[in-house]
Nanobody, 123 residues
Framework: QVQLVESGGGLVQAGASLRLSCAAS????????VGWFRHAPGEERELFAA???????YYSDSVKGRFAIIRDNVKNTIDLQMNSLKPEDSAVYYC?????????????????WGQGTQVSVSS
């Protein structure tokens, strides 16, 4: 079983950058699909970025061109570089993992979750 811990959240102004990290333990993350989710008050949890165990990536239209997933199999981490942040990016951000799922773009594929980290973007 893999354990996940997110870090790097905070309060920033619009246009700034943040880098979130998802540190895995218990298993090597190289064999897992990893998704980044976010949950804003009053909205559904959104899967907005994912990387499968073959390092294929997926981004939703809302973050494409601004966010990037970086897998580091040596450090056993999956980072999320977020640039040009907007107030609508404010949410609790979670990483989640699934062992070689059939579809890393499916919200239902993920079995292991971190505790979340808050990202707040002021206008």
């Amino acid at each position: 079983q893999v354990q996940l811990v997110e870090s790097g959240g905070g309060l920033v102004q619009a246009g700034a950058s943040l880098r979130l990290s998802c540190a895995a333990s218990g298993r090597t993350i190289a064999n897992y699909d990893v998704g980044w989710f976010r949950h804003a008050p009053g909205e559904e949890r959104e899967l907005f970025a994912a990387i499968d165990w073959n390092s294929n990536t997926y981004y939703s239209d809302s973050v494409k061109g601004r966010f990037a997933i970086i897998r580091d199999n040596v450090k056993n981490t999956i980072d999320l570089q977020m640039n040009s942040l907007k107030p609508e990016d404010s949410a609790v951000y979670y990483c989640a993992a699934s062992y070689k799922s059939r579809n890393a773009q499916s919200k239902g594929s993920y079995d292991y979750w971190g505790q979340g980290t808050q990202v707040s973007v002021s206008s």
